[in-house]
């Protein structure tokens, strides 16, 4: 698992569907390499590639077919449903809908909804939904259960916030599958789309609400062509459904799961490609949305049952209803790719100022011990352990110091995961550098910068010689001055 995590992944990750499913004992070898590979794709690049076994890959794509066949044949009519995207409305969509600006036409499959024609004929939807929304249900599930796993988080955590299985009398499902066509050239109505140009020199054309996020839990998606494009996080488009093999499907997380794990899974950034489409059926996908359910709260509670540290903004229970109803943009939650916090900033802001005054000064007194101390904890947190972090796809939350205290002496504390993941030393409790004894800033030095302290004393032996050769100088100018007096 350590050689597995250890490096950053080249390409977007790719697991087998039947090696990331949970079985009953310790986890195997395989399943944490999988579990693994699934979280650093997610914390690079927002999205992994799920490869579903034989079966449940051919009534995926008997589901796309039958979608493009039944967008074939309907014909747009200006006088349809038009969604108009109402947040009061989120968990009640169903049927058929067409938004013209989008070029997007859409039959969304909800259980527990039964839709009927203007005349009161049962509608007719595409042939397979039923079927492709248990199969897929299944999956976002077991992917929920990887993630609870790498977060330390106790089995089917998210059990309390999930639909029934299977629904209640009179139960709708939250969760939706949605049959979807792009740029069908039939459609008629479709208003100008703006353009964007890529690296390679490819001239691409997306709509104008790019940048979107869903208010998921988990979306996956399966289309019959590429053009689903996800921010990096390096803050680049990357294709993530150019290299699809017959069984494999794409998912990327929401923003309830974002809120609902405190922050520690980010929501993916999208788009869709709807320009260059040739041919007369567009681009078809199937798109299921894994949704809380309506009267459930986004509590972060089991992140702090796990002992994770749960920032202000999350520790607040939100209605999931009041949750779909608020704006989320792109910008308020991401200002910046890292948010660093009130301890590094002023921890580099001292670091910044001490080097800026040793390189303007060679007369610059020593900093006292535990202000070096001190500085030096922060430097090796950002140049070592924060790049290690990086690499492993871990975000980094340190414990309440008085809570580690008895973390570090336990065989299964809720940090001995990220701890050993990242070589945190032994008997140094998992808080802030900035927050560490004196004596534990030591070992947490010495860990990561093997013979720093010897380093270090070289380095006051150094400066002692430099000022008693100056001293020494010194006082041989005193001597001759006054022998010349005299």
């Known amino acids: 698992m350590e050689d597995a995590a250890g490096s950053i992944l080249a390409s977007l990750g790719r697991v087998r569907l039947v090696d990331l499913t949970a079985c009953e004992g310790l986890p195997t070898d395989n399943y944490k390499i999988c579990v693994s590979t699934l979280m650093q794709s997610l914390a690079q690049y927002s999205a992994a590639i799920i490869q579903l076994p ?86 976002s599930r077991d992917i929920l259960d990887a993630i609870s796993f790498s977060l330390n988080l106790r089995s089917c955590a998210f059990t309390d916030i999930l639909d029934n299985i299977p629904l209640r009398s009179q139960e709708v499902s939250s969760s939706v599958l949605s049959a979807c066509c792009h740029s069908r050239p039939s459609l008629e109505g479709a208003r100008q789309h703006s353009i964007a140009s890529q690296d390679d020199g490819q001239l691409l054309i997306f709509s104008d609400h790019d940048q979107q996020m869903d208010k998921t839990l988990l979306t996956l998606v399966r289309s019959d062509r590429s053009g689903l494009y996800v921010k990096d996080m390096h803050g680049h488009w990357i294709l993530v459904d150019g290299d699809l093999g017959p069984n494999d499907i794409v998912v990327y997380p929401g923003l309830a799961l974002y809120q609902e794990t405190a922050g520690y899974v980010n929501p993916a950034v999208y788009r869709t490609e709807v320009g260059n489409l040739q041919g007369m059926f567009g681009r078809c996908s199937l798109v299921f949305k894994l949704m809380p359910r309506s009267v459930a709260r986004l509590s972060g509670s089991e992140m702090r049952a796990a002992g994770h540290g749960v920032d202000a903004q999350f520790q607040v229970p939100i209605p999931v209803n009041d949750f779909m109803q608020t704006g989320h943009s792109v910008d308020q939650l991401f200002p910046k790719d890292m948010e660093p916090s009130s301890h590094a900033e002023q921890d580099s802001a001292s670091f910044n100022s001490v080097m800026k005054k040793k390189n303007g000064s060679t007369r610059t007194k020593p900093l006292p011990p535990s202000k070096r101390l001190r500085l030096e904890a922060q430097r090796v947190l950002k140049e070592r352990v924060q790049d290690i972090a990086d690499k492993k796809g871990i975000k980094l ?34 808080v802030h550098p900035h927050d560490l004894p004196n004596k534990a800033k030591l070992g947490f030095l010495e860990a990561y910068e093997p013979g720093w302290t010897a380093s270090q004393q070289e380095i006051e032996l150094s400066f002692t010689v430099v000022l008693i050769s100056a001293f020494s ?9 006054l022998v010349k007096l005299l």
């Open 397 to 430: 939350r340190f414990c309440n110091i008085k809570e580690c205290e008895s973390h570090i002496r336990s065989l299964d504390s809720p940090c001995e995961n990220i701890r050993t993941e990242i070589g945190w030393p032994q008997g140094v409790p998992f």
């Open 473 to 481: 100088s010194t006082f041989v100018m005193v001597l001759v001055a």
């Open 54 to 139: 034989p079966t449940e890959g051919a009534l995926l794509r008997s589901g796309l077919d039958s979608a493009r066949l039944f967008f074939h044949q309907r014909g747009y009519n200006s006088s349809e449903a038009v969604h108009l995207d109402d947040a009061r409305e989120w968990c009640k969509t169903s049927g058929y809908y067409v938004d013209p600006q989008m070029w997007l036409e859409m039959y969304d499959y909800r259980p527990g909804v039964t839709v009927t024609e203007p005349d009161g004929v049962m509608e007719l939807l595409p042939s397979g939904l039923p079927d492709i929304f248990a199969v897929l249900g299944k999956v």
